[in-house]
């Protein structure tokens, strides 16, 4: 049985930085692609970052690049998103999420396995 398990969720001031991580467990974690989406209340849910199978490729939505990082540490079964200089608009569940596939992905139909979600706040 996959699951996928956030954590590292909280409040946080205006410029400060959270480290997010979901633990993989339920299958071969290192054969797959992730990906951390975010969904703000009355928005729809957008990916954030995506990180290939061997890490060797990422993807970053527009709005977080330079700020976010996403990681994985295969042997660990576990995937980061170190997020620095938070703004308020970045407030909203994260949830970390796998891919179909080894590669990155980018549109939400291409992950079929969801993490619970925890809550970022971003105080101003």
Not at 58 to 87: C, H, P, W
């Amino acid at each position: 049985q996959v699951q996928l398990v956030e954590s590292g969720g909280g409040l946080v001031q205006a410029g400060g930085s959270l480290r997010l991580s979901c633990a993989a467990s339920g299958y071969t974690f290192k054969n797959y692609a992730m990906g951390w989406f975010r969904q703000a209340p009355g928005k729809e849910r957008e990916l954030v970052a995506a990180i290939s199978w061997s890490g060797g490729s990422t993807y970053y939505a527009d709005s977080v690049k330079g700020r976010f990082t996403i990681s994985r540490e295969n042997a660990k079964n576990t995937v980061y998103l170190q997020m620095n200089s938070l703004n308020p608009e970045d407030t909203a569940v994260y949830y970390c999420a796998r891919t179909r596939y080894s590669n990155v992905a980018v549109t939400p139909t291409g992950y079929d396995c969801w993490g619970q979600g925890t809550q970022i706040t971003v105080s101003s």
